[in-house]
């Protein structure tokens, strides 16, 4: 079993950047891979970016491709979201999600492939 916290969030102007952490217990974490969500006021939870166990494949939305960067640090046991152009349309509370498997595939766009959540870390961007 794995708990993620998630940290990070926080009210930034519009162009601005912020990185959010992904901090994780437990020895095995190198065996997950991680993803990135959000969900905005009155809208469903969406797939914002995933990363394998190697961190060697990611996958993002086209939302956010070329604006944010995925990657894990396997001796720190934490996922980092580095987020830059932010715009309104960014705001929300991000969510990290692990499961356990053998490899990375387009599952991982889905919500319910993952089996441990984060409590979330809210994004605010204003204009």
């Known amino acids: 079993q794995v708990q993620l916290v998630e940290s990070g969030g926080g009210l930034v102007q519009a162009g601005g950047s912020l990185r959010l952490s992904c901090a994780a217990s437990?020895?095995?974490?190198?065996?997950?891979?991680v993803a990135w969500f959000r969900q905005a006021p009155g809208k469903e939870r969406e797939f914002v970016s995933a990363?394998?166990?190697?961190?060697?494949?990611?996958y993002y939305a086209d939302s956010v491709e070329g604006r944010f960067a995925i990657s894990r640090d396997t001796v720190a046991n934490t996922v980092f979201l580095q987020m830059n152009g932010l715009d309104a349309a960014d705001t929300a509370v991000y969510y990290c999600?692990?499961?356990?498997?053998?490899?990375?595939?387009?599952?991982?766009?889905?919500?319910?492939?993952?089996?441990?959540w984060g409590q979330g870390t809210q994004v605010t961007v204003s204009a």
């Open positions: 999600a692990a499961k356990r498997t053998l490899s990375i595939t387009t599952d991982a766009y889905a919500p319910g492939f993952y089996d441990y």
């Open positions: 437990g020895r095995t974490f190198n065996m997950y891979i």
């Open positions: 990363i394998s166990k190697s961190g060697g494949t990611t």
